[in-house]
């Protein structure tokens, strides 16, 4: 998933870890690892008569650019999906997928049918969720007319990658509701991660009727719906997003929190400010980051909390655009930047520097693809690349990056070492995160940041974004044969050590032409009042509120 922000990406069953992506646009008490998903955290001891709201005050460090899980495709997005919807499965303190919507579920012998019982439960509007919630939402997103960029998270279903290419019906797809409480799943192949996507957001259901009667439904708390421990109360844009506990959720004696109101400042230092003025109970990741100047200090106080995630930071080039229409060029520009120095300097909490594409929890080639800052490798490439290219000397080149203080101060350290190692003139263009996003996927840009946060705990994960050169989060338009071919034989192959040696052939193909450009793997860092408890933050980075308390 896009990660918008500062520090990271998304993944599940990596760390088992329990605290706080997308793609696209960071760092308590935490519940114990072994706590089941439905478990409740420890009830506050404050005597009910003196019981106060529980509230949670965080700050989105931007606007989400959705409320509708069928098209979200960033973090941001994500988290407030996750707060108020549930999926079939939902992902617990342990980082295992537990029955959620889905009261049971059972698996074919051959692993390509999933039969899910749903329970008995409500929208936040009173409707009964139903099966067919889910096949709707499920075909709505496969819909071509939807134009979700996370459609091809649905092609482990039965003819969702056909459905989604016009080549069958969206009647042919394997999601099927045999009545109002039994859903049928057919599968493409055997997918053994099958139950984390159902965690997802891109499989969570939505309200057909909500949805008919009003096409902006999701942008305005007053039209909101969902099925989860929480709905929205208020979405002033741009300003704050307050979410309250939802009392038609089928769970809703676990969920402890009242409220959680939301600000939204762009601003790291000022949102470490309003931390530390008891304005806000958390400050960084995963909604945020943390002013890199500020934590030498907080690290040196203890208050700093970090926790490695599946997830990589990097570079975009587009490829259609000169100069990196040049693959000799591309790897020039990689190979010629000093990621260490990089994390040394400005990052300073515990990243490791990507020669590869692979997060370090489903690493395929431990010992990555390139050499870190090989500066004498990447001059000669760019005299090749130039020559190939028949220039004698680069045109203006722009790097873009949506507005953080992290990205700012990485794309600046960048820009020198470009201008030091190459002798190249970048100029810095920063836009708001939505924006961003919508120039990115539009091709408006030469070279742009962005991260990702696995959504499952598998390679696959990272490597699929780049099969299909207008694959929904391919920004670089760049396609490879060998590498689609490699990808969909990884799909059909069932020994685990064969899967991933051909993934690892893919992983190389990837590197080797280099239309991105890793710089850095993740951590999540983050500081929090004590009181705060049993925020769920997964090994992928993923947030989810359900258990959280202030005690």
Known sequence: MKKNIFALVSSIAVLGTALAGCGGGQQATTPPAEQPANSQPAAPSTPAAEAKPQVLKLNLHSEP??????????????????????????????????????????????????????RDAKWSNGDPVTAKDFEYAWKRALDPVTASNYAYQLYYVKNGEKANKKEVSLDDVGVKALDDKTLEVKLENPTPFFLELT???????????????????????????????????????????????????????????????????EDENTELSMFENGELDWAGAPMSSLPTDAIPALKDQGKITTQPIAGTYWYKFNTEKAPFNNVKIRKAFAYSIDRKSLIDNILQTGQIPATGAVPPSMVLNPNGYFKDNDVEEAKKLLEEGLKEAGLTKLPAITLSYNTSEGHKKIAEAIQDQWKKHLGVDVKLENKEWKVYLEDMHNGNFQVGRMGWLGDFNDPINFLELYKEKMGGNNDTRWENPKYKELLNQSALESDPEKRKKILADAEQILMDDMPIMPIYFYTNSWVQKPEVKGVVIGGLGDVDWKWAAVE
């Open 65 to 118: 650019p959705t409320a509708d899980p069928g098209i979200s495709e960033d973090t941001t997005s994500a988290a407030i999906i996750r707060a108020t919807f549930d999926g079939l499965t939902r992902i617990g303190a342990d980082g295992k997928a537990h029955e959620s919507a889905a009261e049971s579920y059972t698996i074919s012998e051959d692993m390509l049918t999933y039969t899910f019982k749903i």
């Open 199 to 265: 965690a997802f957001p891109t499989y969570f259901p939505v309200n057909k009727k909500v949805i008919d009667a009003n096409a902006k439904w999701a942008g305005e708390a007053k039209t909101h719906v969902g099925n989860g421990p929480f709905k929205m109360e208020t979405w002033e844009h741009k300003s704050k997003l307050v979410l309250v506990k939802n009392d038609n959720y089928w769970d809703k004696d676990t969920v402890k929190l009242d409220r959680i109101e939301f600000s939204m400042v």
